[in-house]
């Protein structure tokens, strides 16, 4: 468990910096659309921030990765990559979105969802 907390981490870090610095850029990259409207750049700041906290939950919580305040953090985090998985999924095939990260980012949730529920398992 502490290395998927670990990568789970750097990962949520750096989609964290990403939309909190640049999140025009970076939802094109995954939907092939920039946002344009405040209230969407203000929406994607948001979810940025929470992202932060989700990285930081996971870097603090790595070097106790068996209590049980873990596992529930593996549990919220599964609950996010099947839900990121569905919506950006959803948002190629039913949508017709189509950036440059979107399928290499589906796949990246998929194997995280995965890893959780390996973890959740044998732990």
Not at 44 to 66: I, K, M, N, Y
Not at 79 to 84: D, E, Q
Request: with cysteine; hydrophobic share 60%.
């Amino acid at each position: 468990m502490k290395t998927l907390l670990t990568v789970s981490a750097v990962m949520e870090l750096g989609i964290s910096g990403a939309l909190l610095c640049c999140p025009s850029a970076t939802v094109a990259f995954l939907v092939g659309a920039p946002l344009a409207a405040p209230a969407a750049l203000t929406v994607a700041r948001v979810g940025g921030g929470g992202f932060l906290a989700l990285g930081v939950a996971c870097w603090l919580a790595r070097t106790d990765a068996q209590s049980p305040a873990a596992k529930g953090l593996i549990v919220a985090m599964l609950l996010y990559n099947v839900i990121a998985v569905a919506v950006l999924a959803y948002a190629g095939i039913g949508i017709g979105l189509h950036g440059v990260g979107l399928w290499p980012v589906v796949v990246l949730h998929a194997v995280m969802t995965v890893w959780c529920v390996a973890c959740l398992r044998c732990g």
